[in-house]
Each structure stands twice: as structure tokens, then as C-alpha cells.
């Protein structure tokens, strides 16, 4: 079955350590996107990838980063500049072609928390 | 700019209840429209979606009507299940690659 797969699903972070989220896709997507969501709250865009080797700022982008060198991957690195990083974050991916009717599908996403 | 407003949350219900979360919207052009749905410690699901104007999305016994002239898509279910406990998000696409998405209403629903 085509889908996404986030890993790890839990993640700790001491203070000063970068930690590397993992997204994967086998759906043959272009578009890939990463969210924050923080508890009883709606969805913030992070960065997000049009195709492989390219990518944007999101809303909240400041103490991320992330790189695109395949179409199927999609990491996203918290960094130590990010001072409140304990958040679930969920990765999506959209098909390309008719962006406007077409539905983002998502990943079962990683909580990270601070030891 | 594009934004969507859902109506704040919790919502409880009695298993059987009828169920409407509101959903209104700001956009320009003719966006499609989107509810989507999250389980405990899961992603979103797409629940069910509308391209056009008096279209209506329907799915799991769930449905909304987008409706152009009150920018509204409010989903409807006439008989909730325990099992439909969960966050339900509304969302609207302008035409890029960017989905704009509703704080979301979360729903419990009692046995």
C-alpha cells in the first residue's frame, strides 16, 4: 500500500542537540510538507518542497531546516535555535497536476519532547 | 487573505446524536474544500471533499455542502458512533500548493 512513514514516532531531545525527523513517501508525489501541532491546536506549515531540490519557508520556519535530494524524502532537522520544540509533527505529501481539488495526505507523525 | 473558521470545541454528544460542526470560509477565486479527520496519536485523514459550488462531499455517513453564497461547508453526520471521536479539521485549497486549515473542533461522543 502507497502511504508515508514518519519515524521515529517518539523522539527526545536534550538541550543543545539537533534531532532529525524522517519522512518517507511511495506515492509518487512532488508536493511534501511538514506541520507542528501543538496540543488542542490546528496545524502550523513549517517548510514545504515543490519538487526535489527545492524548497520553501512555511509560517513558523525559524529553528528548522530541511533538505529535498529525492523526491521520496523528506527530512526535517529541529535545530537548537528552536527553543520550544516539544510538539507532534506530521509530514504530508499532495500530488501534483490539479493542486486545487487534490488532498493532502499525511503521515502518523512524531512527537518530540525534551528530556 | 484565505482563512477558515470553525466553530471552538469540544463538542459532546450522546452516542446516536446528530452532529453538525460548522465550518465557514474567506478565499478568493473558487477554492475546493476539504474536512479531514485525526484520530488519538494519528495524522489527519482526508474524511470528505467538494470542488464546486452545491457540490456535496460525502463519506462514513458524514456529509457537508459547500455552499458559495454563505462560504459555508458545515459537516453533518445523523447518528454519531463512539468511534467517531477524534478531531475533525476543515481546509480549503485556493489553486497552488498551499491547503489552508481550521484550527479543528474536537468531538466526543458518549456511549
Known amino acids: 500500500d502507497g502511504g508515508i512513514t514518519q519515524s521515529p514516532k517518539y523522539l527526545f531531545r536534550k538541550e543543545g542537540q539537533n534531532v532529525t525527523l524522517s519522512c518517507e513517501q511511495n506515492?509518487?508525489?512532488?508536493?511534501m510538507y511538514w506541520y507542528r501541532q501543538d496540543p488542542g491546536q490546528g496545524l502550523r506549515l513549517i517548510y514545504y518542497?515543490?519538487?526535489?531540490?527545492?524548497?520553501q519557508k512555511g509560517d513558523i520556519a525559524e529553528g528548522y531546516s530541511v533538505s529535498r535530494e529525492k523526491k521520496e524524502s523528506f527530512p526535517l532537522t529541529v535545530t537548537s535555535a528552536q527553543k520550544n520544540p516539544t510538539a507532534f509533527y506530521l509530514c504530508?505529501?499532495?500530488?501534483?497536476?490539479?493542486?486545487?481539488?487534490?488532498?493532502?495526505?499525511f503521515g502518523d507523525g512524531t512527537r518530540l519532547s525534551i528530556l | 487573505g484565505n482563512s477558515v473558521t470553525q466553530m471552538e470545541g469540544p463538542v459532546t454528544l450522546s452516542e446516536e446524536a446528530f452532529l453538525t460542526i460548522n465550518c465557514t470560509y474567506t478565499?478568493?477565486?473558487?477554492?475546493?474544500l476539504f474536512w479531514y479527520v485525526q484520530y488519538p496519536g494519528e495524522g489527519l485523514q482526508l474524511l470528505l471533499k467538494a470542488t464546486k459550488a452545491d457540490d456535496k462531499g460525502s463519506n462514513k455517513g458524514f456529509e457537508a455542502t459547500y455552499r458559495k453564497e454563505t462560504t459555508s461547508f458545515h459537516l453533518e453526520k445523523g447518528s454519531v458512533q463512539v468511534s467517531d471521536s477524534a478531531v475533525y479539521f476543515c481546509?480549503?485549497?485556493?489553486?497552488?500548493?498551499?491547503?489552508?486549515f481550521g484550527a479543528g473542533t474536537r468531538l466526543f461522543v458518549k456511549a
Open positions: 478565499a478568493t477565486g473558487y477554492p475546493s
Open positions: 518542497s515543490q519538487i526535489v531540490n527545492d524548497f
Open positions: 481546509a480549503l485549497n485556493t489553486g497552488g500548493f498551499k491547503t489552508i
Open positions: 506515492l509518487n508525489h512532488d508536493a
Open positions: 504530508a505529501s499532495m500530488e501534483q497536476g490539479m493542486p486545487s481539488n487534490q488532498p493532502q495526505h
